[in-house]
Nanobody, 122 residues
Framework: VQLQASGGGLVQAGGSLKLSCTAS????????VGWFRQAPGTGREFVAA????????DYADSVKGRFTISRDNRKNTVYLQTNSLKLEDTAVYSC????????????????WGQGTQVTVSS
């Protein structure tokens, strides 16, 4: 599975962005997909994940109520709608795919796409 994240950019605090993670390769619909982010000088942080069927989702407490993850398996794409963005949301956002369990653990993800930069300004 090859993944490509897109949709990042520069946005003012309180604004919104919709990130996309588009996959190519076999059996994408059988994989759970997660979004992670990494700000300069920090470790990789779990943001949100959606299971293969699109029915089960999980969110970090820091984004719950502001971000929404969804998937369209017909388009091999997972979306992350980010609303009410804060300065602390500034990071490189990456998507990853797995079918190994724990959605919050980056070590469980075997496939990673390159990230997309999200910068929130005041």
């Amino acid at each position: 599975v090859q993944l490509q994240a897109s949709g990042g950019g520069l946005v003012q605090a309180g604004g919104s962005l919709k990130l996309s993670c588009t996959a190519s390769g076999r059996s994408f619909r059988s994989y759970s997909v997660g979004w992670f982010r990494q700000a300069p000088g920090t470790g990789r942080e779990f943001v949100a994940a959606v299971m293969w069927d699109g029915l089960t989702t999980d969110y970090a407490d820091s984004v719950k109520g502001r971000f929404t993850i969804s998937r369209d398996n017909r388009k091999n794409t997972v979306y992350l709608q980010t609303n009410s963005l804060k300065l602390e949301d500034t990071a490189v956002y990456s998507c990853a795919a797995q079918n190994a369990g724990n959605l919050r653990s980056p070590e469980r993800y075997g496939y990673w796409g390159q990230g997309t930069q999200v910068t929130v300004s005041s």
